[in-house]
C-alpha cells in the first residue's frame, strides 16, 4: 500500500455534530491535562512563616506503686444445647 499524502477523493466526511463533539472533546482533554501539569508541577505558597518558639516543658516526676494484682477471672462452660438432626423428606 503506497503511503498518500491526502485522502482519496471517494472518502465520506465525518458529519457535522460529530466534528463538533470531537474538537470540544480534544479541548476538555487539553485543559485538563493542563490543569494537571499545573498540579502537580507547580510548589504550593507558603502562607504563614514558621516561628520557633524555645519552651522547656518540665514535668514533675511522680513515683506511684504498683496496682495489686487482677483477681482471676472464672471460667465458665457454655451450654449445652441439642439440636435435633434435620428431617429429609424423600421420596
Not at 11 to 25: F, T
Not at 33 to 38: I, L, P, R, T, V
Not at 45 to 74: C, E, Y
Request: overall charge positive; charged content about 20%.
Amino acid at each position: 500500500m503506497l503511503l498518500r499524502s491526502s485522502p482519496p477523493a471517494n472518502m465520506p466526511k465525518m458529519r457535522r455534530k460529530w466534528r463538533a463533539k470531537l474538537a470540544i472533546l480534544c479541548v476538555l482533554v487539553g485543559v485538563y491535562g493542563a490543569f494537571m501539569w499545573h498540579v502537580t508541577h507547580t510548589k504550593p505558597r507558603v502562607l504563614m512563616q514558621r516561628v520557633l518558639i524555645p519552651v522547656d516543658v518540665v514535668s514533675d516526676t511522680i513515683k506511684v506503686g504498683k496496682a495489686p494484682p487482677a483477681p482471676p477471672v472464672p471460667l465458665i462452660d457454655a451450654p449445652h444445647i441439642e439440636v435435633p438432626p434435620p428431617h429429609l423428606n424423600l421420596h
